[in-house]
Each structure stands twice: as C-alpha cells, then as structure tokens.
C-alpha cells in the first residue's frame, strides 16, 4: 500500500470526524437491508466499524502501526459474523463497504487535492482504498463462514443427541425427548422408522459413521436425523411409509447397504432401530437379500437397492435372535439325517423343505426340484422312514421348516 507523508495524512485524517456520519447516511439510503436496522446497537456496532476502517486505512497510509491490529480485524469479523446471525446474507454488508468506500474516495480526493497531492499520489490512493476494502470484505467473508460453520455443528451435534435420545433403552423421558427435538429444530412425527447404515467393530470409527449418517439423512430429504449411536450409523426417518419415502430411501442408499426398521410411535424407536440393526448384520453376513436383488428379481429391476427391509424377514430376525436355541433346534429336529453321507443328506434335506413348503403336491415338489414325481416318492418314503410320524403331525412339520431355517442360518455340531 503506497504511504503519505505525515503532513498529507494529516489532510486525509482531517475529514475523518464528519466522513462516518456521511457514511452511515449514505449506507442507509443505498443499502435497501439497512434502512431499517441502523438503530439500536446493531448501527453502534455499523458505526464503530466505519470510524475503525477509516482510521486504520490513513494510519497504514502514514505509515503508523495500527495500535491493535487483530483488534482490528475482529471487527470486521464480527461485522460478518453478526449477518449471518441477522438472517442476512453477506450482500448488504459488503454493499454496505462499497458505499462506504465510493464516499471515503470523494472526501478524500478533495482534501487531497485541497492539499496539493500529485495527480499520481491520488490515483494511489484510489487504489490504496480499494485493495483495502477488498480486505476487510475478506474479513468479513471469513466471519460469516465461521459463523455458519459455527451454527452447522452445533445444529449437527443437537440432532446428534435427539437421534442417541430416541435410540436410548430403556427409553429416555418423553419430556426429555420433545426438548432435545425443539432444541434440535426437529418436529416429532407420529410415525418414524430406524434407518441402519453401517457399523464400526472401532469405536475410533465414530466420527466416520457420524459423518455418513448425516449424508444419508441429508440426501434422504426434509425431516431425517442421522448419526451414530454405539458403533452403528442410524437415520430416524420420519413418516416412513409416506408417499415416495421408500423410493427416497432408496435413492439415496445409492447402492450401498442398509436395513429398515417397522414403522412405530417415536417413544418406541429404539425396537424399529433394534429390528434395523439384526436384519444389517444378517444382510451383511450374507444371510438376507433385499427382494429386488433376489434370484428371482424382475428383468425389469435396473440396480439392487440394497435396502433390507426388517418385517419381511421377521422369522429370520426371530431365530438370530437366539442363536444358541436356533441351533439346537436345528440339531434336534434334524438329528435323523446326521448318520447319511453329504451327498445324500443334501438331496432329502432339499426334498423335505420342498414338500413342507407344497406338502401333498408331489408333480409341483418334482417341478421345484427339477426332478421326476417318482424320484420326489422314492426320496419321500426314505424321509418317512427317518421321521416316521412327525410328517404327518402339523406341529411336528412346523418344527422341521422352522428347523430347516434354522439350519441355514446357523451353524450347529
């Protein structure tokens, strides 16, 4: 910045004492967002801004150190920070500047020339003033960001914790809950379902799966909260069977893997998310496939969603939910198989959850099993001679598909 004498700053510092005031009017009468809000404390701070710009510039023109000169710059930070805070945008503030500037530079071309500068000292000074507007609109600018930046995490960090609220068990006081929702900007709906996204065995992994839980919400759409609540990235999806809310959902998976939750009353959000996070690890371990990405998928499905959804495989979910009893169920119900070789077992146990499934159809058993009737009666009679009874009792045949099930999902000895 090109420096004045001391007797030329004098000229320049002399207009200073009535240069705000012809400032502040001017930024009222161009600034349409200001014509209002120059009252009060917000025109003292607008005010104090203006006085502290202007002695700045003629003391760095005079070659004087500012007194303070991250004193200074906060002022300006604040200015854009205090927009941000206002519901405005940046706009009239950096107008606001401009305005300021073009009145500066007149006032000070004419106590310049008054004082004798070079045509060349007041050009510049123009340029002098304007690389220093630049600056201080640059100041600003970063308040304003930091400010956004500001209220982005802690409105991230108030729908962090309504989100871990909801997930709680036992669940957290309803008084509780609708406080962190109001606090959070957050309506409670009637109905909401547990979105689960992932899940980190590291509990280091947490800022990760904060991060694409409020991805997911956000590409969801209006309503849905994510984050991470011990180890898993959850969304809670408001009105979850709502017009378009499930092709949302799955739009915004963008082919990566999720699970659904039932839809409930949001005091009972941690059973939906309970519900979401077995049919995730179940899906993820290979053991459910989402409809459209089944075998039997229509020619017509473009892309696999990826989105298990958990009341469609409620018996699954029942039996990984004990493990331990699943297996021994397997065990014992099937424990008449254990003495065939692989091969043979194999074949019977394909056969008897064939004929539980369509039990008595024996053409629609060899149909399903790409076999002939005859084969599908010979492999039969073995079956009745190794469960003798129990083919024919309800009970029993239920017990042996609930087995069969089991079976597939558990690995017994």
């Known amino acids: 910045m090109a420096t004045l004498t001391p007797p030329s700053a004098d000229a320049l510092r002399a207009t200073l004492p009535d240069l705000a005031n012809d400032i502040i009017a001017a930024i009222v009468s161009e600034v349409p967002d200001y014509a209002r809000a120059m009252e009060g404390r917000f025109g003292e701070v607008v005010r104090f801004g203006v006085e502290v710009a202007l002695n700045r510039f003629v003391d760095v023109l005079g070659g004087a150190a500012p007194k303070s000169e991250s004193s200074a710059r906060d002022t300006y930070v604040r200015l854009g920070a205090g927009e941000y805070r206002a519901g405005r945008s940046l706009d009239a503030l950096l107008a606001a500047y401009r305005v300021g500037a073009k009145i500066a530079w007149r006032r000070f071309v004419e106590a310049g020339t008054r004082a004798g500068f070079a045509p060349d000292a007041l050009y510049d000074l123009g340029e002098a003033m304007f690389a220093y507007i630049d600056e201080i609109s640059a100041e600003s600018a970063a308040g304003f960001a930091e400010a956004q930046s500001d209220a982005a995490g802690e409105s991230q960090r108030r729908r962090r914790a309504l989100v871990r609220l909801l997930a709680q068990e036992p669940p957290a006081a309803e008084e509780t809950v609708r406080t962190a929702a109001q606090a959070a900007g957050w309506s409670l709906p009637r109905l909401l379902a547990a979105v689960v996204a992932g899940e980190a065995a590291e509990p280091e992994r ?23 609540v011990g180890g898993i990235a959850i969304v809670m999806l408001p009105d979850p069977e709502g017009p378009g809310r499930r092709k949302a959902l799955e739009a915004a998976l963008n082919g990566d893997l999720a699970a659904l939750g039932p839809s409930v009353a949001w005091p009972e959000a941690a059973t939906s998310l309970r519900r979401a996070a077995a049919a995730f690890r179940l899906a993820e371990a290979g053991r459910l496939t989402p409809p459209a990405c089944g075998a ?118």
């Open 206 to 228: 947490t800022d990760e799966l904060d991060g694409r839980a409020a991805r997911l919400a956000r590409r969801i759409g209006p309503g849905a909260v994510g984050a991470a």
């Open 296 to 413: 039997d998928a229509s020619p017509k499905v473009q892309s696999c969603p990826n989105l298990v959804v958990a009341v469609e495989h409620l018996p699954a979910l029942l039996l990984a939910a004990e493990p331990a009893l699943a297996a021994d169920l397997a065990r014992s119900r099937l424990a008449p198989l254990d003495g065939l070789a692989s091969g043979p077992r194999e074949r019977l146990v394909e056969t008897l959850r064939a004929w539980l499934d369509r039990p008595g159809q024996v053409q629609a058993v060899a149909a399903e099993l790409d076999v002939h009737p005859q084969t599908v009666r010979y492999r039969l009679k073995q079956l009745r001679e190794l469960f003798g009874e129990r083919l024919e009792d309800p009970e029993a045949r239920f017990e042996l598909a609930l087995a069969l099930r089991a079976a597939d999902g558990v690995r017994y000895t």
